[in-house]
């Protein structure tokens, strides 16, 4: 609950669903409150703020490392890959999203595994690595027969 308390004086409300999400992690659990953050870092993306957006995220794998939450622990890091390659920190999203993608799989986390496959997708892409792209895109859930 650090997290909120700082960034509530740091940045600015530009976004009532940011506010609104605030608010209501401050009144929910500690489990409620840990799947709160995800969605906080999100729609950070969304507004281009990608500082507070890995804050929230660093918050949320760090309670998913403690609890053993492997469902909170690919949310978060996905949530943190993709602000980083939004940021154009690719290679950090890159490792990150590759870290996790074994995990997502494992646990049949479908949903999740599609957005992970597909982001890599677009890294290869954006990259020039289109034999990489193709088989992370045929290699989603999405695909499966």
Do not use: C, W
């Amino acid at each position: 609950m650090a997290a909120i308390s700082f960034l509530s004086e740091t940045a600015p409300s530009q976004n009532r669903k940011i506010d609104s999400l605030r608010m209501l992690a401050s009144t929910k659990t500690k489990s409620d409150y840990s799947y709160i953050l995800p969605e906080i870092a999100l729609e950070y993306i969304l507004l281009g703020e990608y500082k507070y957006a890995i804050q929230y995220a660093d918050e949320a794998l760090q309670i998913a490392h403690n609890n053993g939450d492997s469902l909170l622990l690919v949310r978060s890091a996905k949530v943190k890959a993709s602000a980083l390659r939004r940021s154009g920190k690719t290679d950090s999203a890159k490792l990150l999203f590759n870290q996790i993608l074994p995990i997502s799989k494992r646990n049949s986390y479908d949903f999740q595994t599609e957005i992970i496959l597909n982001s890599l997708a677009s890294i290869y892409t954006n990259e020039a690595h289109y034999d990489t792209a193709l088989s992370h895109l045929f290699e989603s859930p999405e695909f499966e027969i």
